[in-house]
């Protein structure tokens, strides 16, 4: 009785074991890809062009394709806004600046790009591994779904689209302004 539980703990302490080796090692593989966006991005395309060939060859799961698509627009409106969103604050200071002579806050993402980047890989894998169980595959007919899919990315576009235009934000920036000095006068004098 004693051996046989005892083998059942050293099974459960080898599984544990494993667990924790595999996580750690993933968390190492994914610090080590955080300095390098250009080809994390180049990586999540790759794995969504396997999608869409697998998805394309088997000519169906165009419900678990939809889910992905509502998914991945849902992360792109988090990566589009800001943190602190005055229409859900009520503006009670912790707002976008309007005006020129406020402060001035630096955009801070809802969803981060590493995150944003990260979701979009793991729901783009889970919807792969989908593809392999025929109860997903519901017969629809796709171009509704398409349609359906491309007016609500453009209503959803566009209110955010209000939204930037409201609050007078843009959620991308081209990295970080530089000061360039005085510009000499055209006689060629130093400046003062």
Not at 19 to 25: A, D, L, W
Not at 38 to 43: E, Y
Not at 56 to 84: D, E, R
Not at 170 to 189: D, E, H, R, V
């Amino acid at each position: 009785m004693e051996g046989a539980s005892g083998d059942g703990l050293g099974a459960s302490n080898s599984l544990e074991k494993w667990k924790t080796n595999f996580s750690r090692t993933f968390q190492h593989y994914l610090d080590r890809s955080t300095p390098h966006p250009v080809g994390r991005w180049l990586g999540a395309l790759g794995v969504a062009l396997i999608y869409l060939l697998r998805v394309y060859l088997i000519q169906g799961f165009y419900i678990v394709t939809y889910g992905l698509g509502i998914y991945l627009l849902n992360l792109l409106i988090g990566f589009l806004s800001p943190i602190a969103d005055p229409e859900i604050e009520g503006l009670d200071g912790a707002s976008l600046p309007t005006r020129g002579s406020d402060e001035f806050k630096p955009f801070i993402r809802r969803l981060p790009e590493f995150k944003f980047w990260y979701s979009i890989t793991k729901a783009i894998c889970i919807a792969f591994v989908l593809t392999f169980f025929s109860v997903c595959d519901v017969p629809v007919f796709w171009p509704i779904l398409l349609c359906y899919w491309i007016v609500l990315f453009i209503l959803t576009m566009k209110r955010q689209i209000m939204h930037m235009i409201k609050y007078k934000y843009i959620p991308f920036s081209l990295g970080k302004q530089k000061y360039t000095g005085k510009k000499a006068p055209a006689n060629g004098s130093p400046p003062q």
